[in-house]
């Protein structure tokens, strides 16, 4: 049911609106990096991080605008968990935005002499938490818990997946002392993907809130 | 937790429109209920059923029962000047009697025979406000009319008047609603602080207030009782979607 205040009505709207486009950007960001990934693209890379800065700015934008309806309409029930989850998951997508900047100024820096097996299971890794994040944020948007299981097990997996991945590159350098810079490329943007998946789940534990009024005992 | 008022099946028609349907909820003693809901939801004509207001409504018929600490309020061994005794009442306009600060308190003790001593009645007239927090402000002007105070120290005499019969309930019929945002707070501030010593039940149409005043809400729609419980409950996760319509301005 609407609000009976078209404009409060419309300024939760507002704020619904900059999420998705939030969201919709990082999409579009994830899958650019992971192409920088493949490519070396430097002025891919380049549009990654310049992009950032819109993601940086309605992080503000929606921070400020939240704050403006707390301060003037007093939000109760719903609208309060939406509002106060919203604070806070604009927070994790944020720094998912930064990390996902980190992937692509990264992967420019790797030279094609590291093997692509690597290269491969670094996208593969990225892909998993790409679609982590879409589907967290058709939890949030459609209201619904129904994926939260499968979201959770994604993570499981991208942690063990970048467990097996750090030790083979480590072993890796062992044996390659002249790609140590290359490798540890790869590693911190391993570990950047695995961040990713973090925040995810923070998002996650916000959407159980703002659907069921509580957090999550798990 | 000791219930104050327990009401149980009741039924409140205005000839035949039915204005409560059977309703059943209980009061907790030295804890503050707040009554929420719509215009013409009935939550006043619930109130008002509490200390019997209704029985001057030639065409309201109350069906059910209400027992304040046991004993049956509609109970034709009751007599409704000795309920009131127990059970005050704060309406939305403030509402002094057109006499002195002084006599605005000390009317309810003197016809309900409290004392005839004037040092004992000044002592009860004295507590009285001080338990309004209004005596401080008015001291020295005992014997100025009431009505002369501004619109929230009006309300406080009422307080004042109010506890003067020493109640153990005191219901409040939108007791802000007439008064400014800082008159307002001290009001809301006095609620809490009377609800150490007596059990205080408030309709409001003002969610904030409700969330801020109250232990306990309960939410009237059409004269059903939606739903009730703890405020931070009712105000955070309601169980009920009209509840959460309500509350947040969702309903047309």
Redesign the interface.
């Known amino acids: 049911?609407?609000?009976?205040?078209k404009f409060?009505e419309s300024q939760l709207n507002t704020i619904n609106e900059k999420l998705v486009k939030m969201g919709s950007l990082l999409e579009k960001q994830f899958a650019s990096a992971l192409e920088v990934l493949d490519s070396r693209d430097e002025q891919l890379a380049q549009k990654v991080v310049d992009n950032d800065h819109e993601i940086n700015l309605l992080n503000h934008e929606i921070s400020d605008f939240v704050f403006q309806i707390i301060a003037m309409r007093?939000?109760?029930?719903?609208?309060?968990?939406f509002l106060f989850c919203t604070i806070k998951i604009i927070r994790d997508l944020e720094r998912i935005g930064d990390h996902i900047t980190s992937i692509a100024k990264k992967a420019t820096r790797v030279s094609k002499n590291i093997p692509s097996e690597f290269t491969e299971k670094l996208t593969n890794l990225g892909k998993q938490a790409s679609i982590m994040t879409h589907d967290a944020l058709n939890c949030l948007f459609e209201r619904r818990l129904s994926q939260a299981d499968k979201i959770t097990k994604r993570d499981d997996i991208i942690d063990e997946l970048h467990g097996t991945f750090i030790s083979e590159v480590l072993a890796y350098m062992k044996k390659h002392d002249d790609v140590i810079p290359d490798s540890l490329s790869l590693i911190q943007m391993s570990k950047a993907i695995e961040r990713v998946g973090d925040h995810i789940t923070n998002i996650m534990e916000e959407v159980h809130f703002l659907i069921?009024?509580?957090y999550s005992s798990d | 937790m000791v219930n104050s008022i327990i009401t149980k099946n009741l039924n409140v028609y205005y000839g035949d429109q039915q204005a409560i349907h059977n309703i059943s909820l209980d009061f907790l003693k030295n804890k503050v209920t707040a009554l929420i809901g719509p215009s013409g939801c009935g939550k006043s004509t619930f109130l008002r059923c509490l200390n019997r207001m209704n029985d001057v409504i030639d065409i309201c018929r109350v069906e059910g029962n209400i027992s304040l600490n046991g004993m049956d309020i509609y109970s034709k061994e009751i007599e409704v000047e000795h309920l009131r005794e127990k059970i005050g009442m704060v309406f939305q306009k403030p509402n002094p009697f057109p006499k002195s600060i002084y006599d605005n308190v000390a009317y309810g003790p003197r016809i309900h025979g409290f004392t005839d001593k004037k040092e004992e009645m000044d002592l009860i007239v004295e507590t009285s406000l001080k338990k309004a927090g209004l005596f401080e402000e008015v001291k020295d002007r005992l014997d100025d009319m009431g009505t002369s105070l501004s619109g929230g120290q009006q309300q406080r005499l009422c307080i004042a008047r109010a506890i003067a019969i020493k109640p153990e309930v005191i219901l409040m019929d939108e007791p802000c609603s007439a008064l400014d945002p800082i008159a307002t707070s001290i009001i809301e501030e006095l609620i809490t602080d009377l609800k150490k010593s007596y059990t205080i039940i408030i309709v409001t149409h003002s969610?904030?207030q409700a969330?801020r005043v109250s232990d306990k809400t309960a939410f009237f729609h059409l004269g059903n009782l939606i739903e009730e419980g703890d405020t931070s409950k009712i105000?955070?996760?309601?169980d009920h979607q009209k509840?959460?319509?309500y509350?947040?301005?969702?309903?047309?």
């Open positions: 049911m609407k609000h009976a205040d409060y007093q939000p109760i029930a719903d609208d309060l968990r069921e009024g509580q | 969610m904030q969330a105000f955070t996760k309601p509840t959460n319509d509350i947040t301005g969702r309903f047309g």
